[in-house]
Nanobody
Framework: EVQLVESGGGEVQAGGSLTLSCATSGFSPFDNAVAWFRQAPGKEREVVSCVRLTDGRTYYYPESAKGRFTISENDAKNEVYLQIDSLKPEDTAIYYC????????????????WGQGTQVTVSS
C-alpha cells in the first residue's frame, strides 16, 4: 500500500526557513516521481516542486521558485524533503506531497497518491 506522510509544518515568522518531510512507503524509487503541492485558503492547489526518484532530476514551478525552494530526497530513508527559505506570508498554505509513476508533472489531477498535508503559517 502506497503511503505518504508529511511533517515539519508549523508557524514561523517571515524571513525564516522550514524543512518539510514526506515519509513514503509502499513503492520503490524506480520509475516514480514525488511532488510537493500547496493550497492556500481560497485558492487552487498548485505545484511547487517535483523530484523524479529514478535519477534525482528536480523541477521547480515556476523556475524562479528554485531560489527559495529546494527539493531533495533520501532514498535510504524513503523520504523527500522541501526546504523553504525566506518565508513570506503568501507561502501560508497546506503543503502536500504526492506520488505518480514515471515523470514529474504540474498537474495535480494525475497524481493518484497523496499525503494528508501539513500546515505552514507565516506571520509578518
Amino acid at each position: 500500500e502506497v503511503q505518504l506522510v508529511e511533517s515539519g509544518g508549523g508557524e514561523v515568522q517571515a524571513g525564516g526557513s522550514l524543512t518539510l518531510s514526506c515519509a513514503t512507503s509502499g513503492f520503490s524509487p524506480f520509475d516514480n516521481a514525488v511532488a510537493w503541492f500547496r493550497q492556500a485558503p481560497g485558492k487552487e492547489r498548485e505545484v511547487v516542486s517535483c523530484v523524479r526518484l529514478t535519477d534525482g532530476r528536480t523541477y521547480y514551478y515556476p523556475e524562479s521558485a528554485k531560489g527559495r525552494f529546494t527539493i531533495s530526497e533520501n532514498d535510504a530513508k524513503n523520504e523527500v524533503y522541501l526546504q523553504i527559505d525566506s518565508l513570506k506570508p503568501e507561502d501560508t498554505a497546506i503543503y502536500y506531497c504526492a506520488k505518480k509513476a514515471s515523470y514529474c508533472s504540474e498537474l495535480s489531477s494525475i497524481y493518484p497518491y497523496w499525503g494528508q498535508g501539513t500546515q505552514v503559517t507565516v506571520s509578518s
